[in-house]
């Protein structure tokens, strides 16, 4: 694994106008202090966790499920597999024949990585806020019967767009618990809005990865932020 041969960034960054779940409050972030001024420079934020590229724990649906400090740091990292599934529709779902056609290539215990290519959506678009590819209740429930460790996806959540806001009504009648509930009571992570998934395939249909995506040391929350990468 050291050194490895390529090092490919998974993260979206964190900016002031980036998207977030369209019924959560804009993320701020302001510079309060200056070196030259201060002697200092600083910055305040404020955002909600499951805000860009981010991971969910069993809390986030399960009443009264494990937080993310309730996991061992091991938890999130580990070999994987990406595996490309396009192409997709907006608001087209991933199903579980997408996923059995990759079975070959799936290990016990991975984290499997799903390129639909939605991160070229990234932005204030109507693809990337409401009509990115979701897990099926069958997907997430097959994903959780192949003992995976996490899944990614390059859309904003492992589940659609189901709410309603003034120029966006749903995209899909799957709820988001259906294709969450699966994988978090079967302590599967889902890692939502990740990005470069093409990058480490590099035009294969599969590739294996060494893949990272620690949260940061909250404790007892239902997410957190990442800085997700693979070692190719």
């Not at 910055?43 to 590229?53: F, I, L, P, V």
């Not at 189901?162 to 969450?180: I, K």
């Not at 990865?209 to 997700?228: D, E, I, W």
Request: aromatic share 12%.
């Amino acid at each position: 694994m050291f050194p490895p041969e390529e090092i490919i960034d998974l993260s979206n960054p964190i900016e002031n106008g980036m998207p977030v779940w369209p019924t959560f409050p804009p993320f701020e972030l302001e510079r309060t202090d200056w070196a030259a001024r201060d002697g200092f420079t600083m910055e305040r934020t404020e955002m909600r966790t499951h805000t860009g590229t981010h991971v969910d724990s069993p809390l986030h649906f399960v009443p009264e499920g494990r937080s993310l400090d309730d996991f061992p740091l091991s938890k999130f990292m580990g070999e994987g597999v990406a595996i490309d599934v396009t192409p997709k529709d907006p608001e087209e779902a991933i199903t579980a024949e997408d996923i059995e056609a990759f079975e070959e290539d799936i290990e016990d215990g991975d984290v499997l990585m799903l390129h639909t290519g939605w991160d070229e959506y990234y932005g204030l678009t109507e693809e990337y806020l409401f009509e990115f590819p979701y897990l099926t209740a069958e997907a997430a429930q097959y994903c959780a019967e192949l003992n995976l460790k996490a899944v990614g996806t390059e859309g904003a959540s492992v589940g659609g767009w189901v709410d309603e806001v003034p120029a966006h009504g749903p995209s899909t009648d799957v709820g988001a618990d259906e294709s969450h509930l699966p994988l978090l009571e079967n302590g599967v992570i889902p890692i939502e809005e990740v990005r470069n998934l093409d990058r480490v395939l590099k035009g294969a249909e599969s590739r294996r990865a060494y893949f990272f995506f620690p949260p940061l040391n909250f404790r007892g929350t239902s997410g957190s932020p990442v800085r997700a990468f693979a070692f190719l």
